[in-house]
């Protein structure tokens, strides 16, 4: 049974950091392109960064380069979404992704509705 559990999220203050991860289970990581999507409130979801499989390539939305960094530990089978400057209008559910065999930037465009397994989204909150 494949299990992708996000950490806990939370409330920061704009221009702080939070640092989410998703523990997968049932898969091996480096053979999914393995992604971060977010939805906020009364918007559809969104890709956010990906890496891709087998390699460290990896791909960002506009809005958050800079700022997002998207690692993988193989030997934890984890992702992680290292979040810097926060913003108020990066205030979202965050869920991990992933996609057998993908490329980062393919996650990218095939977006939300491509995706093999996701996570059940947690919850960042970024106040002014």
């Known amino acids: 049974q494949v299990q992708l559990v996000e950490s806990e999220g939370g409330m920061v203050r704009a221009g702080g950091s939070l640092r989410l991860s998703c523990v997968v289970s049932?898969?091996?990581?480096?053979?999914?392109?393995m992604g971060w999507f977010r939805q906020a409130p009364g918007k559809e979801r969104e890709f956010v960064a990906a890496?891709?499989?087998?390699?460290?390539?990896?791909y960002y939305t506009d809005s958050i380069k800079g700022r997002y960094t998207i690692s993988r530990d193989i030997a934890e089978n984890t992702v992680y979404l290292q979040m810097n400057t926060l913003k108020p209008e990066d205030t979202a559910v965050y869920y991990c992704?992933?996609?057998?065999?993908?490329?980062?930037?393919?996650?990218?465009?095939?977006?939300?509705?491509?995706?093999?397994?996701w996570g059940k989204g947690t919850l960042v909150t970024v106040s002014s």
């Open positions: 992704a992933a996609k057998f065999g993908s490329t980062a930037q393919a996650m990218s465009v095939v977006g939300s509705s491509g995706m093999d397994y």
């Open positions: 049932g898969l091996t990581v480096s053979e999914y392109g």
């Open positions: 890496i891709s499989w087998g390699t460290d390539n990896t």
